[in-house]
């Protein structure tokens, strides 16, 4: 199943979220457990309160009924109307404490509030009969009153107990539970939030080390496509990752196409006008080299043509040069293998001016050379000879007459670095960029009289790169320019 990186990211988020809210859950769901049950504990007490007070207004009930013989029948009307609004309190009182009870306490209340309906109906009775006109207080049994009263109030004694009893329980329960609860809590957040933070951990920890691995493998492709190695085998399709290293696996293949086409091309312009060329120089060399009267502008021109010719053949050579390193960076052949022994910076520097030595003669341009006797190098002396007298040529070539051009090198704590310092034009600071780019030329040199084939310098870059070093300029125009190559020790 394919997942993005995007998706990955929620799932690592999401889950230790989610388990957060599973442990706030049942977290809220004990709290909710110990409100209830405190809640349960105030209404069975305050019940039993409440109970208790309507049995003590019963039971001061009888001695307010004498009150009748100070303060006649309105007396006796009072006294009820006062107690049968208490009591409606009361039973409202009563029925709103029950609603939070379990079932069997609510019955119970019930059976309280039928009681207290019944004492209420009971005294209400025996008003009515005692503030009739016709009854003599003397024939009123306060008695057998007190006696029927009595049967309806004292059940409620029991039920007072009851729920006093009942709220004394869950107040040791309540202290347990207390106890218990702060445990359990303790126990859940021991048991939910640190599993959660290790959960997290290895989730990132797992993301980490995938993502890490497989962008370490495209590097190692990447790598390997340099060197011309094959490349490993794609990823399976997971995310945007595997997605680039698809797109690596087919640009690559697409860039060893082209080179292959590029190298067919190569040696097909090679094979069809290499020896054409050849054979058109030698006709043109025969040409001015012949008997007949040729005047001396005509001759001029058939040496221009030549010289044309030379340079034609010389760009093809340079052309194959160039296939052959392509084919080396990327087959590995001999052709770029650069063969590293110990070599005399000294003796690399004298070759290589001994073979400019002559052209520089001819412009009255001197060489000079400082090779810091002693210092050694890690090189393919042939390839480095080759690198230092192509810049050597260039230095001559735009270099004034007269003028001075010095080889050295130097010795830092991880490189060698090797010079050619000229006083030449100099190169704009916006035009060194191109100079190691194949077929590519500044403007300078296109507006001179100089011809190149735009590859020399792309060719030193090769080889130095293939010694595991690097190759620039420092150069201003009028200040002449000091070509450096910087290799490791």
């Known amino acids: 199943m394919r997942f993005s990186l995007a998706a990955k990211g929620i799932v690592l988020i999401a889950l230790p979220i989610l388990i957060e ?20 504990q105030s209404n069975a007490r305050d019940i039993a309160a409440e109970t208790s007070h309507i049995l003590i207004q019963f039971f001061q009930l009888g001695s307010q009924i004498l009150l009748y013989k100070a303060e006649g029948p309105a007396g006796e009307r009072r006294v009820y109307a006062e107690l049968k609004e208490s009591m409606k309190q009361s039973t409202s009182r009563l029925t709103s404490l029950a609603i939070d009870l379990p079932e069997p306490e609510k019955i119970r209340v019930k059976q309280i509030e039928t009681r207290i309906d019944r004492a209420v ?13 016709a009854h003599i207080l003397g024939a009123f049994d306060v008695a057998a009153f007190r006696k029927q009263l009595m049967d309806q109030v004292l059940p409620l004694e029991r039920d007072a107990k009851y729920f006093t009893d009942l709220s004394k329980n869950n107040e040791l329960y309540g ?42 493998r495209i590097d190692s492709n990447v790598n390997r496509f340099l060197d011309g ?73 058939l040496l221009k043509s030549v010289a044309t010719t030379d340079r034609l053949i010389l760009l093809i050579k340079e052309l194959g040069k160039v296939d052959a390193i392509s084919a080396a960076s990327t087959e590995n052949t001999s052709l770029m293998k650069v063969k590293l022994a110990a070599c005399q910076i000294e003796d690399i520097l004298s070759s290589s001016i001994a073979s400019v030595a002559e052209f520089a003669a001819k412009k009255g341009i001197s060489l ?100 595991g070093g690097e190759i620039g300029v420092v150069s201003e125009p009028g200040k002449g320019s000091d070509f450096w190559i910087r290799l490791p020790l």
């Not at 809210?21 to 349960?40: G, P």
């Not at 209400?124 to 006109?133: F, V």
């Not at 290499?274 to 001029?300: F, H």
């Not at 690198?387 to 080889?407: C, H, M, Q, R, T």
Request: contains cysteine; glycine residues 4%; negative net charge.
């Open 368 to 467: 000079s050379s400082d090779g810091a006797q002693d210092l050694m190098v890690q090189a393919d002396s042939a390839k480095l000879v080759q690198v230092i007298v192509n810049l050597l040529s260039n230095a001559v070539k735009f270099s004034p007459e007269g003028s001075a051009i010095e080889a050295f090198a130097v010795k830092t704590d991880k490189n060698i670095e090797i010079h050619v310092k000229d006083q030449g034009p100099g190169i704009a600071l916006d035009e060194q960029p191109r100079l190691f780019k194949r077929f590519e030329q500044i403007e300078s040199i296109k507006s001179s009289d100089i011809q190149g084939s735009g590859l020399g310098l792309a060719i030193c870059r090769d080889i130095v790169v293939a010694h």
């Open 175 to 216: 202290k347990w539970t207390e106890k218990a609860s702060s445990e359990r809590h303790l126990l859940l957040i021991g048991s939910l939030v640190l599993p959660n933070i290790l959960i997290a951990i290895a989730l990132a920890s797992f993301y980490s080390k995938s993502v890490r691995s497989r962008i370490r």
């Open 229 to 301: 190695r094959m490349l490993d085998r794609g990823m399976p399709s997971e995310d945007e990752i595997s997605d680039v290293d698809e797109a690596f696996h087919q640009m690559s293949a697409q860039l060893i196409a082209a080179d292959l086409e590029m190298k067919d091309y190569y040696d097909a312009m090679q094979r069809n006008l290499a020896e054409p060329l050849r054979e058109l120089r030698s006709v043109l060399i025969a040409s001015s080299e012949s008997a007949s009267p040729l005047t001396a502008k005509g001759r001029a021109k």
């Open 21 to 40: 809210l599973i442990a706030l859950s049942l977290l809220w769901h004990f709290v909710m457990d110990a409100d209830a049950e405190a809640k349960k």
């Open 121 to 133: 109906a009971l005294v209400g009775g025996y008003i009515t009969e005692m503030t009739s006109p």
